[in-house]
């Protein structure tokens, strides 16, 4: 219909990869060192995200990384700060158990 797969996946590649630079930039601004694995806590915390939320839902993630910052900051606050981690994960762990495919994901039903 006009439109130019591959000039539009090379494009949407090259910006992903632009602002994963700039993000890995910003966290190592923000450490002071440049490590390997300085992105990694941020990563858990993202996959805890996805699963809470629902994959590919925009507003589950939104919703879910809402919530797991409200958990975290309630656990830190209340409780102690060395929970906070296990807090989000836990919340992983009954959102897997109450509702697998995540708060706004649908489950595909595959029928013959």
Known sequence: MGVNVEAMFMS???IAAMLTAIAG???GLNFNAVDPY???PL???AFAVIIIGGLG?????????LAL???EVMTA??????FKDAAGFAAMVVTLWLRP????GCSVVRRA
Do not use: K
């Not at 839902?57 to 990384?65: E, T």
């Open 12 to 14: 949407i590649s090259f």
């Open 77 to 82: 606050g209340y409780l102690s700060s060395n």
């Open 25 to 27: 930039i910003l966290i």
């Open 69 to 71: 910052g409200f958990v």
């Open 43 to 45: 990563m858990l915390r």
């Open 57 to 65: 839902n925009i507003r589950g993630a939104l919703v879910a990384g």
């Open 38 to 40: 300085m992105g990694e």
């Open 101 to 104: 495919s995540g708060l706004f």
